[in-house]
T-cell receptor
Framework: AQSVTQLGSHVSVSEGALVLLRCNYSSSVPPYLFWYVQYPNQGLQLLLKYTSAATLVKGINGFEAEFKKSETSFHLTKPSAHMSDAAEYFCAVFNDYKLSFGAGTTVTVRA | DADVTQTPRNRITKTGKRIMLECSQTKGHDRMYWYRQDPGLGLRLIYYSFDVKDINKGEISDGYSVSRQAQAKFSLSLESAIPNQTALYFC?????????????FGPGTRLTVL
């Protein structure tokens, strides 16, 4: 079965600094990969998804992710963090008609 | 109005009680899902349904049951609640695409079992 692993349960960045959230996948076939964001007291919202088209995927709110097959990675980045980016982020893989999620990474943004 | 709604948003109950969590959607999607979220574990799939007559167990279905009353409604029941079922529960919907589904999530129900 396909799975994802998120490296780092908590990330703290300064406002204006780079945000980098790491996700590695395990898959024997080309995966379909997702990043979701969960703001406090809300449900999950899709940030972006990779479906085997362009390897650099742009999402909402200035986020992007790059699919690297050689590294089995799908890391999420944003060049300049904003206070509103404080949330929990989940990487997920589409697996047999279902999504399998990583454990999540909580991002805090320091003023 | 929200596309995926969940009721109640918060519930506190006692061990042994029967609880029903409800999910409704106006997106017209065929596929619906129930997940639970626990700190440090991400979201885990409880049950999913690809249409009204199709119900499938997820990875953690023990202690739960579901009912797909209509295309737009999917309910999750805890027949006899226990404290380790305290969690945040999410409903999600999707419509099959050419290569993959994008799932849309409700706001969640926070359940506490005392």
């Amino acid at each position: 079965a396909q799975s994802v692993t998120q490296l780092g349960s908590h990330v703290s960045v300064s406002e204006g600094a780079l945000v980098l959230l790491r996700c590695n996948y395990s898959s024997s076939v080309p995966p379909y990969l997702f990043w979701y964001v969960q703001y406090p007291n809300q449900g999950l919202q899709l940030l972006l998804k990779y479906t085997s088209a362009a390897t650099l995927v742009k999402g909402i709110n200035g986020f992007e992710a790059e699919f690297k097959k050689s590294e089995t990675s799908f890391h999420l980045t944003k060049p300049s963090a904003h206070m509103s980016d404080a949330a929990e982020y989940f990487c997920a893989v589409f697996n047999d008609y279902k999504l399998s999620f990583g454990a999540g990474t909580t991002v805090t943004v320091r003023a | 109005d929200a596309d995926v709604t969940q009721t109640p948003r918060n519930r506190i109950t006692k061990t042994g009680k029967r609880i029903m969590l409800e999910c409704s959607q106006t997106k017209g999607h065929d596929r619906m899902y129930w997940y639970r979220q626990d700190p440090g574990l991400g979201l885990r799939l409880i049950y999913y349904s690809f249409d009204v007559k199709d119900i499938n167990k997820g990875e953690i279905s023990d202690g739960y049951s579901v009912s797909r009353q209509a295309q737009a409604k999917f309910s999750l029941s805890l027949e006899s609640a226990i404290p380790n079922q305290t969690a945040l529960y999410f409903c999600a919907t999707s419509s099959p695409g050419l290569s993959t589904d994008t799932q849309y999530f409700g706001p969640g129900t926070r359940l506490t079992v005392l």
